[in-house]
C-alpha cells in the first residue's frame, strides 16, 4: 500500500454545473494559449501551431511576455488584454508560475485550464502541496482544471488539438462511419499509442484526452460528458488510479444505459507496477484485485495489455453488445485449427459443436462435415463463396455467439473476393464478426478500402483475436449473470466491541446466519471444559480463545483428537502453558471445546469492506492452502448462488471437489450458500469490515459444511 498522502478530489457542485465545465474543456468555443512564444521549438509556440494547422474554428487568443505574431495570430502581453470568459485556458508555462497563472484565468472568468507542466504529486510531499494549493486556488476562482503534469487534448469532430506532440492523422466519426472511440489516458504517451493504433486501423477517434495527474478533473468527469457524446461509441481508458469508485460506477452506469463500452487498462497488478505509478502521475494504488472484481459487475472491460484495451475498444465499438456465447472459427488450414483449439482451452473460450441444421436455415450445409473449428480447405479457391454461406450457418446456430474467420493472405483480387462474401452479413449482424488475413504485411489497397467502408474488425492474428473474443465473451456472460436479492435480514454483529473477534465470538454470528458450526461451547474453567464435551459427545477438540489469538495453532493453541475427560484436562492445562510461553501475559477469554468435524475438502470463504469499492467477497483454497497457493477469486457481493458455484469450480483445486480418484463430488452447492449468506451479512452490516471461514471444510454432495474457524473483524463503536 502506498505511502503517499492522498490527493483531494473534490465532488462536483451538481450535474449540469459539471458537464458545463466538461463542455468548456473539450468542446470550447474560444481558446487563450498563456505562454505564446514566437521561438519555434518553445512549447508556447507548438500549442499554437497545433490549435491553427488543427483548423480550430471557435477565437485562438495568445497571451506571452511581449507583443508578437505567432503563426499569424497577435500574441497580448497581458490579461488585460484579452476578452472576459473565455471557454479553455492552455497554461504552457512551467511548474512555478503556474499558479499566477491560474489566478488570472480565474480574474478573467475563464471556464477550464490544461495544465501542461509537470513537477508536482509525482514528486513526492512537497510537489503534492503545490498541486494541491494551485487545484484549491482554482476551484475558489471557478476554473476547473485538467492536470497537471499532462499532455493535453484533442477533440477530432470539433477540430480542437491542443496536445504538446503531433499525433497521426485518424479518421474522425461521421454520419457514414458512425461514432468513434474516444481514449482517456493518464498516460499521454500511452493514450497517443492507442489513439495512433485504432486511427491506423481505420478507426475513428473521437477524442484524446489526458487527465495526468488529475488535480481537478479526471476520469469520471469526462465519462460523464462522453455518455452524452454523440461522436464517442466507445470509450478506451488508461487510469492508474480511480479516484472516485462509487462516483466512477454511478457514470458507468450511464454509459452502460447508452450502449456504450468501457475498456479499461489499470495498472498494478503487482507491487513494482504500484510503485512506478507513484512516480508517474502521483497515483495512490488501491487493491487491484478489489477494483477489478467490482468494475468488472458494473459492466466494464479491465483488461491487462495495451494490445487488449486497443483490439476491445475497436471491437466493442463495431459490435456494443458483447456475447456471451462461444465462438465460431472458419479457417482454411488444419494447422489453425489445431491452433484455435489450444488458444481457446487456455483462454477459456467455448468453442460450440454446431447443431445439424441451423435454425431457420433450410439450406444444404456449404460442406459436408460442419464442425467447429471449421477448415474449408482449398475449396475455397474454387469457391470463394462457401466461406460466406458457412459463416451465414454458423451465425444462425444459437450456441455460438461470434464468429472469427482466418484466412490465409492470398493478395486481391482473392483477399478481397473472400471479404466481400461476408459483407452482407456484417451489415447486420448482432454477433461480433472478426477476420484475420494471416500475414504481416500491410493489406492492398482495395482490401483496405473494403475493411474502412464496413467497418470490418480485422486482425493478423487468429490468438490476438480469439483473445479480444474471449474478453469480450467474458464481460457479456457477467452481463447475462442477475442479481441476488439481498437478504436484509442478515444484520448481525457480535456481541463484544469494535476490532478483531475471537473465534468463538465470530461462531455465534456464524450460527445465528445460518452457516452450520460444530456444536461446542466456550468453557470457562476446566470443568466446564469436561462438561461441554461430555454433552457434546467424544472425540472433541480444545481451542485457546483470544482476539490477539490469530494463528492459534502457531501459539499451541490447539489440541485435537480428545477422547476422554482425562484428556480434556491435559488439554486444558497443555494449552495453558503453550500460550504462557508463547504469548506471555496473555489472558484467555476461555477455551473453546467443539465436537471433532469428519475429513473434508477445505475451503475459504470470506467477505471485507474495501474502503474504496465497498463489499467484495472471496472463495478460494483452504487451510494451510491459502497462503502457499494463494488461489483465490474475488467476487461482487450481489453475484446469484449458481454464479458463486462456478466461480469456486474455476479454483485451481477444484478438481479435489470434483471427486478426486474415484472419490465422491463435493457439496459445492452448499460452500456457494455460505458465500451468499457471508454476503449479505457484509451487505447489511456496516460495522462489519472483514470476515473470513478458514477452513470451510465442504463434505460430499448432499452431506452440506462446516464452518471450522471464523475471524471477525468490525470496526470500532465510538464511546
Not at 492552455?90 to 509537470?118: I, K, N, Q, T, Y
Not at 503534469?149 to 477533440?155: E, I, Q, S, T
Not at 495527474?213 to 468527469?221: K, P
Not at 472469427?404 to 447486420?428: C, F, M
Amino acid at each position: 500500500m502506498s505511502l503517499a498522502p492522498e490527493l483531494p478530489h473534490p465532488l462536483p457542485a451538481d450535474a449540469a454545473a459539471a458537464r458545463s465545465a466538461v463542455q468548456r474543456l473539450v468542446a470550447p468555443r474560444s481558446v487563450v494559449v498563456v505562454g505564446g512564444s514566437a521561438r519555434p521549438e518553445a512549447l508556447g509556440n507548438r500549442v499554437v501551431r497545433s490549435l491553427v494547422d488543427g483548423g480550430f474554428p471557435g477565437e485562438i487568443h495568445v497571451l506571452g511576455r511581449r507583443p508578437a505574431t505567432i503563426h499569424g495570430l497577435s500574441c497580448v502581453a497581458s490579461f488585460d488584454e484579452l476578452p472576459d470568459a473565455i471557454d479553455l485556458a492552455l497554461l504552457a508555462v512551467p511548474s512555478d508560475r503556474l499558479l499566477e497563472a491560474v489566478d488570472s484565468c480565474a480574474a478573467r472568468h475563464v471556464g477550464a485550464a490544461v495544465c501542461f507542466a509537470s513537477g508536482f504529486a509525482e514528486l513526492g510531499a512537497d510537489g503534492v502541496r503545490h498541486q494541491e494549493e494551485i487545484a484549491r486556488r482554482a476551484r475558489a476562482g471557478g476554473v476547473r482544471l485538467l492536470g497537471p503534469n499532462c499532455f493535453g487534448l484533442l477533440n477530432a469532430a470539433g477540430r480542437l488539438s491542443a496536445l504538446l506532440a503531433p499525433m497521426p492523422s485518424t479518421p474522425v466519426p461521421d454520419p457514414e462511419h458512425g461514432p468513434g472511440v474516444a481514449v482517456i489516458s493518464q498516460s499521454g504517451g500511452l493514450g497517443t499509442l492507442v489513439a495512433s493504433s485504432l486511427g491506423g486501423r481505420g478507426v475513428p477517434i473521437s477524442h484524446l484526452i489526458a487527465t495526468g495527474n488529475e488535480a481537478d478533473l479526471g476520469l469520471t468527469d469526462l465519462l460523464e460528458y462522453l455518455a452524452d457524446d454523440e461522436s464517442t461509441g466507445a470509450v478506451a481508458v488508461y487510469a492508474e488510479q480511480i479516484r472516485d469508485p462509487g462516483r466512477f460506477l454511478r457514470a458507468m452506469q450511464i454509459v452502460h444505459d447508452r450502449r456504450k463500452a468501457v475498456v479499461l487498462l489499470h495498472p498494478g497488478r503487482r507491487d513494482r507496477a504500484r510503485a512506478a505509478m507513484e512516480s508517474h502521475t502521483g497515483a495512490l494504488a488501491g487493491d487491484h484485485s478489489v477494483m477489478v472484481a467490482i468494475a468488472r459487475r458494473a459492466g466494464v472491460l479491465v483488461v491487462d495489455t495495451t494490445e487488449e484495451l486497443i483490439d476491445l475498444a475497436q471491437l466493442m465499438l463495431r459490435f456494443p453488445t458483447p456475447p456471451h456465447r462461444g465462438v465460431g472459427v472458419i479457417t482454411q488450414s488444419g494447422a489453425i485449427c489445431a491452433i484455435v483449439n489450444d488458444a481457446a482451452e487456455d483462454l477459456e473460450l467455448d468453442l460450440p459443436e454446431l447443431s445439424p441444421a441451423a435454425a431457420g436455415t433450410q439450406e444444404p450445409p456449404p460442406v459436408n462435415d460442419m464442425r467447429n473449428p471449421l477448415d474449408l480447405g482449398t475449396g475455397t479457391i474454387s469457391d470463394p463463396m462457401i466461406i460466406g454461406k458457412a459463416a451465414e450457418r454458423i451465425l444462425a446456430d444459437p450456441a455460438i455467439g461470434s464468429l472469427l474467420v482466418s484466412n490465409p493472405d492470398a493478395q486481391d483480387p482473392l483477399d478481397s473476393i473472400w471479404l466481400e462474401t461476408l459483407v452482407p452479413l456484417l451489415a447486420g449482424s448482432a454477433k461480433p464478426i472478426v477476420y484475420v488475413s494471416q500475414n504481416e504485411a500491410d493489406p492492398p489497397a482495395g482490401f483496405r478500402r473494403l475493411l474502412l467502408d464496413h467497418r470490418v474488425v480485422f486482425h493478423r492474428s487468429p490468438e490476438r483475436a480469439l483473445r479480444a473474443l474471449a474478453r469480450a465473451t467474458e464481460a457479456g456472460a457477467r452481463r447475462a449473470i442477475g442479481r441476488r436479492e439481498v437478504d436484509a435480514t442478515a444484520r448481525v454483529l457480535p456481541s463484544a466491541d469494535g476490532g478483531v473477534h475471537p473465534e468463538w465470538a465470530g461462531k455465534q454470528l456464524l450460527r445465528q446466519l445460518g452457516v452450520p458450526v460444530p456444536d461446542g461451547a466456550l468453557a470457562r474453567t476446566e470443568d466446564e471444559a469436561v462438561a461441554v464435551a461430555e454433552r457434546i459427545g467424544y472425540p472433541v477438540v480444545a481451542k485457546a480463545q483470544s482476539a490477539a489469538l490469530s494463528h492459534k495453532s502457531d501459539a499451541g493453541g490447539v489440541v485435537l483428537s480428545i477422547a476422554d475427560a482425562d484428556a480434556v484436562r491435559t488439554a486444558w492445562t497443555r494449552l495453558h502453558e503453550g500460550i504462557a510461553r508463547a504469548k506471555p501475559g496473555l489472558t484467555l477469554d476461555g477455551v473453546l471445546i467443539e465436537r471433532m468435524s469428519a475429513p473434508g475438502i477445505e475451503l475459504v470463504v470470506g467477505a471485507r469492506r474495501d474502503p474504496q469499492w465497498g463489499p467484495v467477497v472471496m472463495v478460494g483454497a483452504g487451510g494451510v492452502l491459502v497462503e502457499l497457493l494463494e488461489d483465490v477469486r474475488l467476487l461482487p457481493p450481489d453475484l446469484p448462488e449458481p454464479a458463486i458455484a462456478d466461480e469456486i469450480c474455476r479454483l485451481r483445486v477444484a478438481w479435489l471437489l470434483g471427486g478426486y480418484r474415484g472419490g465422491a463430488p463435493s457439496d459445492i452447492a452448499a460452500a456457494a450458500h455460505v458465500a451468499a449468506l457471508v454476503s449479505d451479512l457484509v451487505l447489511a452490516t456496516p460495522e462489519i469490515t472483514e470476515i473470513d471461514i478458514n477452513p470451510l471444510v465442504v463434505f460430499p454432495e448432499g452431506q452440506g459444511v462446516v464452518a471450522l474457524d471464523a475471524l471477525v473483524t468490525t470496526a470500532r463503536r465510538p464511546r
